[in-house]
């Protein structure tokens, strides 16, 4: 795992999974920590309870439902780990904040998300989509859950929480899928649809999407940010 692997364990540490959701990393993170410990935190409720059943019986893992951007803790942790999670995370500043905040001095962030750039051939296909069908563009017009910042934004705010190291670095990433219509519906739409709370509409926008990228195989253009920084 990429991620993990860009941060030194010894196995003793105490690390935190900043957007833990199902679990599947800090299944990964707990096995390089022998001696150590976890806190898995979420802000779905949902996404902790599965991450619960698959680490069910492993005593080294805290579970907290808890929004990043107000994150607090009792004891600090030794190391911060984060995947796909923080483009969702509105106040970047706060988020920053935070994550410095639980950090003992010395502690590593290591995280990766979308950044600049990231599927920006799907946020034009979304916009057009919306744009030119008056129900979906009563409903998503001006909704854009996502924050894909820059390295210097993000340095900027690494920088202003604290954090005495701060890199940031974009690394494209292209996939390709041959279904398409799966893909948008589950990852990339998932917020739209949510949102929109109707079946029939969440499709045709699916649809609309799809054939806007040109149809299976689709290419996603993804973007990921790097980001390694030092409290």
Same mark, same amino acid.
């Given at each position: 795992?990429?991620?993990?692997?860009?941060?030194?364990?010894?196995?003793?540490?105490?690390?935190?999974?900043?957007?833990?959701?199902?679990?599947?990393?800090?299944?990964?993170?707990?096995?390089?920590?022998?001696?150590?410990?976890?806190?898995?935190?979420?802000?779905?409720?949902?996404m902790l309870a599965a991450a619960r059943e698959r680490l069910a019986g492993d005593d080294r893992v805290a579970f907290v439902h808890a929004d990043l951007a107000g994150l607090e803790l009792a004891e600090p942790v030794d190391a911060v780990l984060s995947t796909a999670t923080f483009h969702w995370v509105a106040d970047q500043a706060a988020l920053y904040r935070c994550l410095h905040g639980v950090l003992r001095p010395g502690g590593r962030l290591v995280?990766?998300?979308?950044?600049?750039?990231?599927?920006?051939?799907?946020?034009?296909?979304?916009a057009d989509s919306v744009a030119s069908d008056p129900e979906l563009r009563g409903r998503l017009e001006g909704f854009d859950p996502w924050m894909f910042l820059a390295p210097d934004q993000t340095e900027q705010h690494l920088r202003a929480a604290g954090f005495a190291e701060a890199h940031a670095v974009l690394q494209a990433w292209p996939i390709?899928?041959?279904?398409?219509? #799966?893909? &948008?519906?589950?990852?990339? =739409?998932?917020?739209?649809?949510? !949102? +929109?709370?109707?079946? $029939?509409?969440?499709?045709?926008?699916?649809?609309?999407?799809? #054939?806007? &990228?040109?149809?299976?195989? =689709?290419?996603?253009?993804?973007? !990921? +940010?790097?980001?390694? $920084?030092t409290a």
């Open positions: 795992m990429p991620v993990l692997d860009r941060l030194p364990l010894r196995g003793d540490e105490t690390v935190l999974d900043a957007g833990c959701g199902s679990g599947r990393v800090t299944q990964a993170l707990l096995e390089r920590l022998p001696a150590g410990r976890v806190v898995a935190v979420d802000g779905s409720a949902d995280a990766q998300c979308g950044g600049e750039g990231n599927i920006a051939d799907v946020r034009a296909a979304i390709e899928t041959t279904d398409g219509r #799966e893909w &948008l519906r589950t990852i990339n =739409l998932g917020s739209h649809i949510e !949102r +929109l709370a109707d079946v $029939a509409l969440a499709e045709r926008l699916v649809d609309a999407v799809h #054939e806007r &990228l040109g149809g299976d195989p =689709l290419i996603l253009r993804y973007v !990921r +940010l790097n980001i390694d $920084a």
